[in-house]
């Protein structure tokens, strides 16, 4: 009878920690390395040197009269140039969740520093004033890299083949003018939303998964 009893008891322990077990976490996810935060803030210093260096290039680069960097001053014509000069969209970047992992917002971050760099050297071959930031941008790549290098991100690249559709329809000075106006009001924005992700990631900490 005793024995039965401590089958039973057994029996009923081995269920409980069976059940225990699959509810548990697997383990801790591991956080991104310290040298993934400091990349991360450092490129947040960049992004914000960018910014406030913004409105002086567009200032020595844009003089056709009606290009501002002010929003209201956007018209619908200035939106039909975007898809008349090839000029691409800048990534989406989204607030870090299950559906936007850190791999798909560094490598969003890597490629729309990609593609404005592209299409600064694009148009900085029919004017000058860009080259600054077209180093800046340089730099902020490589800080990217960095934070996928240390974080073990993967990604894609940007197709190196957008920034040709805006070169072959430069075709006068007002289209140079207007695409340097919508590259760089583009880039003020995307600048703003990197600030944004920057944040998040620098202080980013992985939710433990849970086994099922």
Known sequence: MKTRTAVALLRCFCFCFAVLAQSAPVGPASDPPPVFREAAERAKTLVEKILRDLPSVHASTVITEGLTLDASAQTTNLQMMVTSLGIPAAPVLKPLSER??????????????????????????????????????????????????????????????????LASRLHGNYEVQVAVHLTLTQLRSFCHDMIRSLRAVATYRPRAETAR
């Open 100 to 165: 936007f992992t850190l791999d798909m917002c560094v490598s969003r971050m890597s490629a729309g520093g990609q593609l404005y760099q592209g299409l600064l050297g694009v148009l900085s071959e029919r004017l000058s004033g860009l080259k600054d930031l077209q180093a800046d941008l340089r730099d902020l790549l490589t800080l990217i890299n960095k934070m996928k290098e240390a974080a073990q991100l993967g990604g894609d690249s940007l197709d190196p083949n957008q920034s040709l559709d």
